[in-house]
């Protein structure tokens, strides 16, 4: 005989359990876990369904079944270890077409207990054909391939959107046809916003960079379609107009993109072009902020860009055609990016300015991520430094008396470079 599967609402329905052993206990558990409202008969209990009945979690009715007990029951389950007994209440539920689980009897029973597994918000529910060994070796089988990964069971998009507290997406859902240029921030996952990993979460399409955030790529929806534009340094495999082309083409075939950069779109990240192009072609865009690399990371190595006393503002600038003069002195600090490969001529550049030779300069390779390594000089020595070092790109380059409240820098480096430091610490 074929089964039919159904699953059960009980929430407030009465079902009734007739014995208080093992089977009943396990059986009690899982209907209240579904909100029913549970009913025990049976002269003795376990300890559980006793304290379940104390703590008024269901009903315990010391004594044998005797007739008309199943009235008002929505299902049954009679599991009292004595056959003639279930079989009584399994008649019972039959006449009064209330469904029943007789614990003894499968072939008697009018509904078979399911073994269950439960993952991420899903219920897999296997039946063995009336053999509950199999029924659990199957759902074994499926628990442990869910718990690897190996079976995938990633909820759609548009579930991930429901599902997600309106707290976390702070504003409304991504519209289909549109873009949203989303900042990643550093590359650490903790530190893109709550909007942001929402909206990526529920994409169609991502068009992702080098840096930023690229582990959360691993994690999205199966069907949706990753295009990877990052540029390597000196390498650009996309060029910024196909990103444009993409970005436009992907939106008019409906779909949500989002496009997926590093640090803040506006921070020397040419969100500005994406978004302009964008605009001239139709396509709607959101730009959503992200934490730049250009204050994150320096923070990364305990370097504050500014600090009451010691620098009361900064200049983000990129090291990429090299540096020209930058205004003030050691009290400004000026931020590098893009600026590994043309370090020598931008040390060289600032250092003929008020900074002087002995200015301070931190450079934190990888912030955030696995290899964070940071590497203190001045301005006369850095460039040395950096090569005997092997420093390789991304870096950020901080340039000011802030590098020296770093306590790496205090503690370590600034004493074998004779720094002088301003605070005293
Ligand atoms: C094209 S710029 C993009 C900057 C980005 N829009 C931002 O706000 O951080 C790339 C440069 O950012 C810096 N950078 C980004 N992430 C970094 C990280 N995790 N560690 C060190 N430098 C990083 C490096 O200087 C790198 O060459």
């Not at 370097?303 to 003069?325: D, K, L, N, Q, Y």
Request: hydrophobic share 45%; with cysteine.
């Amino acid at each position: 005989m074929t089964i039919y599967p159904l699953g059960l609402r009980l929430a407030g329905k009465r079902v009734l359990v007739v014995g208080g052993g093992a089977v009943g206990t396990r059986r009690v558990k899982g209907l209240i876990a579904s909100d029913a409202d549970v009913v025990v008969i049976s002269p003795v209990a376990s300890a559980e369904i006793a304290d379940l009945a104390l703590a008024g979690l269901l009903t315990w009715h010391r004594r044998e079944f005797a007739a008309g007990d199943t009235a008002g029951a929505w299902l049954v389950h009679t599991a009292t270890g004595v056959a003639a007994v279930d079989a009584a209440v399994t008649a019972e539920c039959d006449a009064a077409r209330i469904l029943c689980v007789n614990a003894a009897e499968a072939e008697a029973s009018s509904a078979w207990v399911p073994a269950v597994t439960r993952h991420d918000g899903l219920t897999v529910a296997s039946f063995g054909g009336g053999d509950p060994r199999r029924s659990m070796a199957l759902r074994d089988a499926i628990a442990a391939l869910l718990e690897s990964g190996d079976l995938s069971a990633a909820p759609s998009r548009q579930v991930v959107l429901a599902a997600t507290p309106a707290s976390q997406i702070i504003g409304a859902p991504q519209a289909p046809g549109t873009v949203a240029l989303v900042g990643g921030g550093p590359g650490h996952i903790g530190l893109i916003s709550a909007r942001g990993l929402a909206l990526l979460k529920a994409a169609d399409v991502v068009v992702a960079d080098r840096l930023g955030p690229t582990n959360l790529l691993d994690d999205l929806a199966p069907d949706a379609l990753i295009i990877n534009v990052g540029k390597l340094p000196d390498h650009h495999p996309v060029p910024q107009d196909e990103i444009n082309r993409i970005l436009v083409e992907q939106a008019q075939a409906g779909k949500r993109v989002v496009r997926l950069k590093g640090g803040d779109p506006y921070v020397l990240g040419r969100g500005g072009e994406e978004l302009d192009f964008c605009v001239e072609h139709g396509v709607e865009v959101e730009v959503l902020p992200g934490i730049t690399s250009a204050i994150s990371v320096p923070a990364a190595a305990g370097i504050p860009v500014t600090h009451r006393g010691v620098a009361t503002g900064f200049t983000v600038i990129t090291g990429h055609e090299g540096v020209a003069s930058v205004g003030g002195s050691r009290d400004h600090t000026v931020v590098i990016l893009m600026g590994v490969s043309k370090l020598a001529e931008s040390a060289a550049a600032l250092a003929s300015g008020e900074r002087g030779l002995d200015c301070p300069v931190a450079i934190i390779e990888d912030g955030y991520g696995p290899n964070q390594r940071v590497s203190f000089g001045t301005l006369g020595s850095i460039a040395s430094v950096a090569k005997e070092r092997e420093v390789k790109s991304p870096a950020v380059i901080v340039v000011g008396d802030v590098v020296l409240r770093s306590h790496l820098a205090v503690g370590h480096f600034a004493a074998e470079i004779g720094f002088s430091n301003p605070l005293g610490n």
